[in-house]
């Protein structure tokens, strides 16, 4: 009997901007989910990071620029990622996201965990490499204390 599978539903759009390590991984994980992805990078070498079987937009300029956003249609999208090297450029991209498209859930990267307050005064979710690190480091070293007492 031949067996039918509903193809899922490509509702969401992921706008990502900065197409380095984190921003690549992420897009290609996204696709591949079947998400609807758009990234952005203001160097064209930057998307060769992307897989082959990456199935989303790429769009290479400056995501500093009012337009860039507008033509990837950040107004139509359900999430923006913004994982740029700069925590400046993070948080202006994240903050004309907010201001200019009245987008509610913005992500952002940020180096310098102390500039923290700063993002969520603006209502912007953060993602700390360096915090994320001590946490995980942290459940490591439990676990070797856990170990050391049986
Ligand atoms: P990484 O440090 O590996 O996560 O890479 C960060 C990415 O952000 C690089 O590919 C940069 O080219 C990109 N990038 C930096 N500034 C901008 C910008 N203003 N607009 C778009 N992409 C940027």
Do not use: Q, W
């Given at each position: 009997m031949m067996k039918y599978f509903r193809k899922k539903e490509k509702t969401n759009y992921t706008v990502i901007v900065g197409?380095?390590?984190?921003?690549?991984?992420?897009?290609?994980t996204l696709s591949d989910e079947g998400e609807n992805v758009l990234i952005i990078d203001n160097n064209k070498d930057s998307f060769r990071k992307?897989?082959?079987?990456?199935?989303?937009?790429?769009?290479?300029?400056?995501?500093?620029?009012i337009d860039m956003l507008h033509e990837a249609q950040v107004e139509k999208a359900t999430t923006v990622v913004v994982v740029?090297?700069?925590?400046?450029?993070?948080?202006m991209v994240a903050q004309m996201t907010k201001a200019?498209?009245?987008?509610?859930?913005?992500?952002?990267r940020l180096y310098d965990p102390e500039r923290e307050f700063v993002y969520s005064e603006?209502?912007?979710?953060?993602?700390?490499?360096?915090?994320?690190?001590?946490?995980?480091?942290r459940k490591l070293l439990s676990y070797?204390?856990?170990?050391?007492v049986i």
């Open positions: 197409c380095g390590r984190l921003g690549a991984s992420l897009a290609n992307l897989s082959p079987s990456y199935g989303g937009l790429t769009l290479m300029g400056d995501a500093t620029d740029t090297n700069s925590d400046n450029t993070n948080i200019i498209f009245k987008k509610d859930h913005v992500i952002a603006l209502g912007i979710n953060t993602i700390s490499p360096a915090v994320l690190s001590v946490n995980e480091i070797k204390e856990e170990e050391a």
